[in-house]
């Protein structure tokens, strides 16, 4: 299991989609590869916009199912992050 820390590459406010992608494409992606779950821990951050969590999760659902979240644990989330995260994954699974 790997901890990716939000805090350091966003600050109190995550937008940057992105870094969201370079997160999804240089960190999450390669750990599920190699077989093991993920921590995105959201410390520190404030709020984020719903840009930036789809763009840090949307395409792994896409690709790889719902069921990847099974692998994935959204740490330290204020009630604001928790929020969006929801929307982003309610969307995803209408599509799916």
Known sequence: ??????????????ENK?????????????ALGAG???ILDFAQVDAATQSFIHALISDLIRKQ???????????????????IITIVVDYMQEGT
Request: proline residues 4%.
């Open 18 to 30: 992105d870094v969201a992608r370079e997160l999804r494409v240089k960190e999450i992606l390669p």
């Open 36 to 38: 093991q779950d993920v």
């Open 65 to 83: 199912g719902i069921g990847v979240l099974d692998r994935l644990e959204f740490r330290s989330c204020n009630d604001t992050v928790r929020k």
């Open 1 to 14: 299991m790997i901890t990716i820390k939000i805090f350091p590459r966003t600050g109190a406010f995550a």
